[in-house]
């Protein structure tokens, strides 16, 4: 048995109780299922690359752009990353990065590990793009992949442009009367999204096919890696694991 493999069943083993209850999984029909690793992968064109204009719409409410924290952020990558760790994956967009990467800005790099129970199953995943200032995101998006005969990818997507500007921040010396000798008083710089571009694809494409969705401002590349049934399970289980870990006393029946 693989190393990663007697990991990943120790820490199944120390989580006993919480596997248990992932009926999802304990109840997977191999006879029709069927596992791929997902990668997309978004990124900005530069201006010069593209002679087309493309017209963005004014923000007229904050109130449905969402807003993220850091701390969750932090936590995602980490988890995505131990995740990922169970196997090697391929990394089929490498040679894009070494070719194009400095002439573009990355938006979003991800993967998932996704199981479908049948044929026209889907399954949504929602990304975005590096946490700002002020808890906005530049990129927000969202995917459904269904299981045809084809792979199919509808990516929804929303672009933003932001504002800038700076509040002064109170302090109780302001009911007070300044002199020319007081310091000047503190600010705050914030952004906020100004600008918006909205954006649908759909893709439908066979595995370890690499796909480019093309767009004057925004390109897609999209790539499926089929994967066993039985590895599919591990990476997802260790996911959990990585959301919901043991305590230390379950953990010590790893080593």
Same mark, same amino acid.
């Given at each position: 048995?693989?190393?990663? =493999? ?12 919480? %596997? ?6 304990? #109840? ?10 997902a990668y997309i992968m978004t990124f ?7 002679? !087309? ?16 924290? %850091?701390?969750? @952020? !932090?936590?995602? %990558? ?20 070494? =070719? ?8 979003? #790099? ?14 949504? =995943? ?44 109170p302090s109780p010396s302001d009911t007070?009367?300044?002199? %020319? ?24 494409t066979a595995s370890t096919k690499l ?18 049934? @039985?590895?599919?399970? @591990? =990476? ?18 790893? !080593?």
């Amino acid at each position: 048995m693989k190393p990663s =493999r007697l990991i990943a069943l120790g820490l199944m083993m120390a989580s006993m109780s919480a %596997q248990a209850n992932n009926t999802e999984l304990d #109840n997977i029909n191999r006879d029709t299922a069927r596992a791929y690793e997902a990668y997309i992968m978004t990124f900005i064109w530069p201006e010069k690359m593209s002679s !087309e204009h493309i017209d963005y719409e004014s923000v007229l409410s904050l109130g449905d752009i969402p807003k993220f924290t %850091q701390d969750s @952020e !932090e936590a995602n %990558q980490n988890s995505v990353t131990l995740a990922a760790d169970i196997e090697p994956l391929k990394q089929p967009f490498d040679d894009f990065k070494q =070719r194009f990467a400095k002439n573009t800005h990355l938006l979003a #790099n991800e993967h998932w590990t996704l199981i479908f129970p049948e044929t026209g199953a889907t399954i949504s =995943r929602a990304f975005h793009s590096e946490v700002l200032d002020d808890g906005y995101s530049e990129f927000v998006a969202s995917v459904d992949f269904t299981l045809g005969r084809y792979l199919e990818s509808d990516l929804t997507y929303r672009h933003f442009l932001f504002d800038t500007f700076t509040s002064v921040v109170p302090s109780p010396s302001d009911t007070n009367e300044v002199s %020319q000798d007081d310091p000047m008083p503190p600010t705050t710089k914030h952004i906020e999204p100004a600008l918006e571009l909205n954006l649908n694809f759909n893709n439908k494409t066979a595995s370890t096919k690499l796909n480019y969705i093309d767009h004057p401002i925004i390109g897609t590349l999209i790539y499926f890696e089929p994967l066993e049934l @039985e590895d599919a399970i @591990e =990476r997802i289980s260790m996911q959990q694991l990585m959301d919901n870990p043991p305590d230390e006393g379950s953990a010590n029946l790893t !080593e």
